[in-house]
């Protein structure tokens, strides 16, 4: 089943196209980097491929830019099969995580490097040149060649050189990865408005998961190169389709919890079960739930793991200062939980505090019961 395109955050350029993954299929010996993929991304949106290293996100865009050619399935472009159709016919612009700017080359002629190779006349390139690097601020570093630019100037440079041909496709390899955290934060900003202010259609490949999130009109997650969901950057956090999305897309906590039902018993709660439950026929499951689903308060004398009607009893373990908010780290009758707290609240939570531990009341996802479960399952610099 071929996932729908949805609109862009804004209109689409006139020249901008669709793209289509058609039951695309690559291997590279006995391993599997496209199993079938199917997705339509409309004319002007944007697009991020998110998954691990491995998922086949990075296959996929190559397979648009005509780098790969897949086994088996089919790439169209506003409804044309260009599987076939050479890279250098292919009217699309990649921008790589590494650059790959000409060293002899100064700025101007980096951008104007593909219009040179069409035989565009001088004064034409440098004139459209000039305006590209106007439009991703660098109007000043036109004579400077990339070793006297920062990693944040090259990036804008080779973005400004794939946008040079005008393509109707932009292709984006983990374009930020190997600049440091402000640059990257400020560069995907620039490109985002970029994206908008042009309405090119643009697939944005990332193993960052705020990221995808941030940048995107919707995110395509790929789990062993098969699309695992689909959709807007809230509803794929908010509402994960899959454990695997759940634990991919932002901190999960793993709680122990016992089906009811349609509904399943956890931290006291008994909360509505969303999506399917383990074909097991097990009782005992994995409860998954964000750390901001779980509210706290400070508590009274009671036992640990006893609290009022559909609340728990915990301690502090640790607190990581986050900005805006808190995580504490909480030890529970049998494991421990992490939870998310507005910063103003968290002076009077600090490790060692006890306090009452309550679920918000929303559907929650289950899976199969991993033995043990003492403790949530998290990334290591979750806290």
């Known amino acids: 089943m071929t996932?729908?395109?949805?609109?862009?955050?804004?209109?689409?350029?006139?020249?901008?196209a669709s793209v289509e993954f058609r039951g695309l299929r690559r291997a590279f010996g006995r391993t599997v980097a496209l199993d079938g993929l199917d997705l339509v991304v409309a004319p002007g949106e944007l697009v991020a491929l998110l998954?691990?290293?491995?998922?086949?996100?990075?296959?996929?865009?190559?397979?648009v830019a005509g780098f790969e050619r897949p086994d088996s399935g089919a790439v169209l472009v506003d409804g044309e099969d260009v599987t076939a159709v050479p890279?250098?016919?292919?009217?699309?612009?990649?921008?790589?995580q590494s650059y790959s700017l000409f060293p002899n080359l100064n700025?101007?002629?980096?951008?104007?490097?593909?219009?040179?190779?069409?035989?565009?006349?001088?004064?034409?390139?440098?004139?459209?040149?000039?305006?590209?690097?106007?439009?991703?601020?660098?109007?000043?570093?036109?004579?400077?060649?990339?070793?006297?630019?920062?990693?944040?100037?090259?990036?804008?440079?080779?973005?400004?050189?794939?946008?040079?041909?005008?393509p109707r496709v932009l292709?984006?390899?983990?374009p930020l990865s190997a600049l440091d955290a402000k640059v990257r934060l400020t560069l995907r900003e620039e490109i985002r408005r970029l994206q908008l202010d042009l309405g090119i259609t643009t697939i944005f490949v990332t193993h960052d998961q705020e990221e995808a999130l941030s940048?995107?009109?919707?995110?395509?997650?790929?789990?062993?190169?098969?699309?695992?969901?689909?959709?807007?950057?809230?509803?794929?956090?908010?509402?994960?389709?899959?454990?695997?999305?759940?634990?991919?897309?932002g901190t999960m906590n793993h709680l122990a919890g016992r089906l009811d039902g349609d509904r399943v018993s956890v931290l006291g709660?008994?909360?509505?079960?969303?999506?399917?439950?383990?074909?097991?026929?097990?009782?005992?499951?994995?409860?998954?739930?964000r750390p901001e689903a779980v509210r706290v308060?400070?508590?009274?004398?009671?036992?640990?793991?006893?609290?009022?009607?559909?609340?728990?009893?915990?301690?502090?373990?640790?607190?990581?200062?986050?900005?805006?908010?808190?995580?504490?780290?909480?030890?529970?009758?049998?494991?421990?939980?992490?939870?998310?707290?507005?910063?103003?609240e968290a002076a009077r939570l600090g490790p060692g505090t006890r306090v009452t531990v309550r679920l918000v009341e929303r559907p929650v996802l289950v899976a199969a019961r991993t033995a043990p479960v003492p403790a949530p399952v998290v990334a290591a610099d979750a806290l």
């Not at 016919?89 to 990649?94: H, T």
């Open 107 to 166: 700025a101007r002629d980096n951008v104007s490097f593909g219009l040179r190779v069409r035989k565009v006349p001088a004064a034409t390139r440098r004139a459209r040149a000039d305006e590209l690097l106007e439009l991703v601020g660098l109007p000043q570093h036109a004579d400077r060649y990339p070793h006297q630019l920062s990693g944040g100037q090259q990036q804008r440079v080779a973005l400004a050189r794939a946008l040079a041909l005008e």
């Open 215 to 249: 940048i995107a009109d919707r995110v395509a997650v790929l789990r062993d190169g098969r699309l695992e969901q689909v959709g807007a950057p809230a509803e794929v956090y908010d509402r994960p389709a899959t454990p695997f999305v759940a634990e991919f897309v």
């Open 171 to 174: 292709l984006l390899d983990e």
């Open 3 to 16: 996932a729908p395109a949805a609109g862009p955050a804004s209109g689409p350029a006139p020249g901008s």
């Open 297 to 344: 308060s400070p508590a009274g004398d009671g036992a640990a793991g006893e609290g009022p009607a559909g609340e728990g009893v915990a301690e502090v373990v640790a607190a990581s200062f986050r900005g805006a908010s808190v995580r504490l780290r909480l030890a529970v009758d049998g494991g421990e939980v992490l939870a998310d707290v507005p910063g103003h």
């Open 51 to 63: 998954g691990p290293s491995g998922c086949g996100k990075t296959t996929a865009l190559r397979c």
């Open 87 to 96: 890279a250098n016919k292919r009217d699309a612009g990649m921008v790589f």
């Open 269 to 289: 709660r008994l909360l509505p079960v969303d999506g399917p439950v383990p074909a097991t026929g097990e009782r005992d499951v994995d409860v998954l739930v």
